[in-house]
């Protein structure tokens, strides 16, 4: 069964996903975007400038709920993960990855910014499509990102960076 796609109006379907932040701005339940603050408001940015130029949804990893749109309602919890050994737990309780395998069908374009061993859990279980992936990725993963045909940006500052953010309105407003 495939994920039913929104109805084409001509503009390119974009997938943004990053993780939780360990900053809550809401005490009580809140969407996923208005609870977080910290290093995910890079990549809310993105999102928002994205807007001008595709059809763009944004979901998020989170330690309790696992991967979820960013307009879903939560309620802040404890320990937000911050390991590769609490990446894998979430994946082991949540199956985050193969959410997102699920969902990231339906979109032109993945673009991907989270840690280093969060994306090692990411590739590990196959979660995200060749060739559509646009990743903000550690050094260390260029030649992995290179070899699944996606386009590779070096992490800068807390999630995106100014010139990434910048390279990835390009890449997805001249495809």
Same mark, same amino acid.
């Given at each position: 069964?495939?994920? @039913?796609?929104?109805?084409?109006?001509? *503009?390119?379907?974009?997938? /943004?996903?990053?993780?939780? #932040?360990?900053?809550?701005?809401?005490?009580?339940?809140?969407?996923?975007?208005?609870?977080?603050?910290?290093?995910?408001?890079?990549?809310?940015?993105?999102?928002?400038? +994205?807007?001008?130029?595709?059809?763009?949804?944004?979901?998020?990893?989170?330690?309790?709920?696992?991967?979820?749109?960013?307009? %879903?309602?939560? +309620?802040? %919890?404890?320990?937000?993960?911050? #390991?590769?050994?609490?990446?894998?737990?979430?994946?082991?309780?949540?199956? &985050?990855?193969?959410?997102?395998? &699920?969902?990231? *069908?339906?979109?032109?374009?993945?673009?991907? $910014? /989270?840690?280093?061993?969060?994306?090692?859990? +990411?590739?590990?279980?196959?979660?995200?499509?060749? %060739?559509?992936?646009?990743?903000?990725?550690?050094?260390?993963?260029?030649?992995? $990102?290179?070899?699944?045909?996606?386009? %590779? +940006?070096?992490?800068?500052?807390?999630?995106?960076?100014?010139?990434?953010?910048?390279? @990835?309105?390009?890449?997805?407003?001249?495809?």
């Amino acid at each position: 069964m495939e994920p @039913i796609p929104a109805p084409d109006d001509g *503009r390119r379907k974009v997938l /943004v996903i990053t993780n939780d #932040s360990s900053v809550f701005l809401k005490n009580g339940a809140a969407s996923a975007f208005e609870m977080f603050g910290g290093r995910l408001t890079e990549v809310k940015n993105l999102v928002a400038r +994205l807007d001008d130029v595709c059809d763009v949804s944004f979901g998020i990893i989170t330690g309790r709920f696992g991967f979820v749109p960013a307009n %879903y309602v939560i +309620l802040p %919890y404890k320990d937000v993960p911050d #390991s590769r050994d609490d990446y894998r737990r979430v994946q082991d309780q949540k199956d &985050y990855a193969g959410r997102i395998e &699920y969902v990231s *069908r339906g979109f032109d374009r993945i673009v991907v $910014c /989270v840690p280093k061993d969060m994306l090692d859990v +990411l590739i590990e279980e196959c979660a995200l499509p060749m %060739y559509r992936v646009i990743a903000v990725a550690a050094p260390e993963h260029e030649r992995t $990102c290179r070899d699944m045909g996606w386009e %590779y +940006l070096p992490r800068v500052g807390a999630r995106v960076g100014r010139e990434n953010a910048d390279a @990835i309105i390009r890449m997805i407003s001249d495809s």
